[in-house]
Nanobody, 120 residues
Framework: QVQLVESGGGLVQAGGSLRLSCAAS????????MGWYRQAPGKQRELVAS???????NYADSVKGRFTISRVNAKNTVYLQMNSLEPEDTAVYYC??????????????WGQGTQVTVSS
């Protein structure tokens, strides 16, 4: 089994910063892409940012220049540094990982979600 545990959400004023962390544990041989998605009330879940094992990153247009994704492969951990937060960033943020288990089979895993609320 694989678990993704997120931390770092909370309430912040517009213009502020938050840093999300997500640590993967369990039956892990390696992890391909890791990323962060978010879902606001009444909206579909959307990709915020992703990062490959080699460090290639991809961002939603709405967060480019404000958010930075990074990972520490040795710790199976991914981070999301969020700066210049806007009320529109308010959502539940979910960690995602494409995990290669010891059976050499890859499965997608999701964290439980962490609430980010940005007040105006």
């Amino acid at each position: 089994q694989v678990q993704l545990v997120e931390s770092g959400g909370g309430l912040v004023q517009a213009g502020g910063s938050l840093r999300l962390s997500c640590a993967a544990s369990g039956s892990i041989r390696s992890i391909n892409a890791m990323g962060w998605y978010r879902q606001a009330p009444g909206k579909q879940r959307e990709l915020v940012a992703s990062i490959t094992g080699g460090g290639r990153t991809n961002y939603a247009d709405s967060v480019k220049g404000r958010f930075t994704i990074s990972r520490v492969n040795a710790k199976n951990t991914v981070y999301l540094q969020m700066n210049s937060l806007e009320p529109e960033d308010t959502a539940v943020y979910y960690c995602h990982a494409d995990v290669v288990q010891y059976s050499w089979t890859a499965y997608e895993h999701w964290g439980q979600g962490t609430q980010v609320t940005v007040s105006s």
